[in-house]
């Protein structure tokens, strides 16, 4: 028996990659006849799959229709974010797409002068999000279930955002539209084509995380 689901993993995984297949599938490919066999075997009800799934819909809820996954800031990259903000009077600052909301509240902390807006549309990330947020008991911070192409970007002084390639273009447009003028733009690791940053900050991390920022 595991000789042949051996053999049907190395078959998967041959013909994904001949077919074009990237090459993270190669790990997928090799466990899935195993993971389907164990399946059978410890008689696991329907039901765990369907709320894996269902939990999965709720955290990746913007993977497919906005093509942005999750994955977080990272504590360097804070740092260098608390090194752009002002030590003292009053500003306003959003992250678009806050996931689990670690770089509103790490800042909170630093910087107590500031306002700090998490906005998340994904449920499960927002009800995360916002757990933390009551638990920590920041008052200068606010996690909203807000879609952030429904909220004018003109409210903050600072936006910051970690996406992906594809919203990119329309966010630059929206923030050339709706942000005040002095307000600064950053963009964690993704640039806007045709619209080069007016400075670039390189975090010293392992993956050497790029921060661009347009000055509107
Ligand atoms: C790569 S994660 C970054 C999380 C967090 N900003 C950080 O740096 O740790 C991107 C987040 O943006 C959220 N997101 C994507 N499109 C959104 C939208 N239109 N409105 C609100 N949140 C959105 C996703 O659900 C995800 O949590």
Redesign the pocket.
Known sequence: MPAVLAVHAAVAAVSGRRLGLAGWWIPIQLAFPFAVALTLAWRIPGWVFLAAFAASVLVF??SFR?G??????NTATKTALAGLLPDDGPFRFA??????G??VLALSRLKPEGRFSG????PL?FLASWLRWRLAGSANVEILP????QRNLGDFDFV?C??SPV?MPELYEKARREMKPGSLLIS?SFEVPGHSADSIIEVSDARQTKLHLWHM
């Open positions: 809820w913007n906005g942005v996954p999750l994955y977080l800031s992250d678009l797409g806050c996931g689990l670690g770089p906005l998340e549309s994904a990330l807000s879609d952030f192409w910051y970690f996406l919203p964690n």
